[in-house]
């Protein structure tokens, strides 16, 4: 497939909007999607906060291979981040995060007369979970939430009930993703627009992964025989084991692809991580 480019006007303003609001905040909290760490982490925001403390919180982390998780916490924290494996969704790790705010806010109080409530800024490219998270910590619903990328508009700075402040920002992407495989990735996990790339080539691409990573959730989701050499073969089996027909016994490629994809974006295939820790 060929390099994803996509950037959208409003991405070049929430870099702005990050470095101009970058002095104001104590700690950046960076949420990426536990199945692809590197791939949903933007390098350009790894710029922007050079120096400020950083917690990274491995969103979707019950969609992701538990042993991953716990390799890439140790990978993170090793390299000086706070760390959190999460579901921000269900609200799982809530509570742990809590507690590493309030000893965030202890830490900065100490020997301060006027103590001043901590403020974060929350950072990810799109759909990683930020309004999930979000939601959370303020126990409403204070940003929006969806499946498609780019819902969160503007800057809102919000308030938690222990009168920690956060400040929201939109999600952003990259000019251009130089490795082609952080692109897919991004659009296996649904961090970009569907309608820009073909579902059919993306699904193919995905049980190529599938097929060299986890062969095995593949023939127990799908109840394949074996895996064939091909993905294309591989989606013709699982079409036909799924019933995907057409008129004159043709392969519905398309519905057995958005299947394909959605049932892996949910995890209904299995707990998948597409990018290993030591890799």
Known sequence: MDNINWYPGHMKKTRELIEDNLKMVDLVIEVVDARIPISSRNPIIDQIVKGKKRLIILNKSDLADPSENEKWTERFRKEGNLVLAMNCMKGQGVQQLLKMLSAIQEDKDKGQIRKKPLRMMIVGVPNVGKSSLINRLTGRKSAKTGDKPGVTRGKQWLALQSGMQLLDTPGILWPKFEDPKAGLDL?????????????????????????????????????????????????????????????????????????VLDEFRSGTIGRITLEKADD
């Open 187 to 259: 659009a296996f996990c649904g961090s970009i627009r569907d309608e820009i790339l073909d579902a059919g080539d993306l699904a193919l691409e995905l049980i190529k992964v599938l097929q060299v990573r986890y062969p095995d959730l593949l023939i127990k989701r799908y109840k394949l025989d074996d895996i064939s050499e091909t993905p294309l073969e591989t989606m013709e089996k699982i079409a036909a084991r799924r019933g995907f027909i057409l008129a004159g016994k043709r392969t519905d490629y398309e519905r057995c692809a958005r299947t």
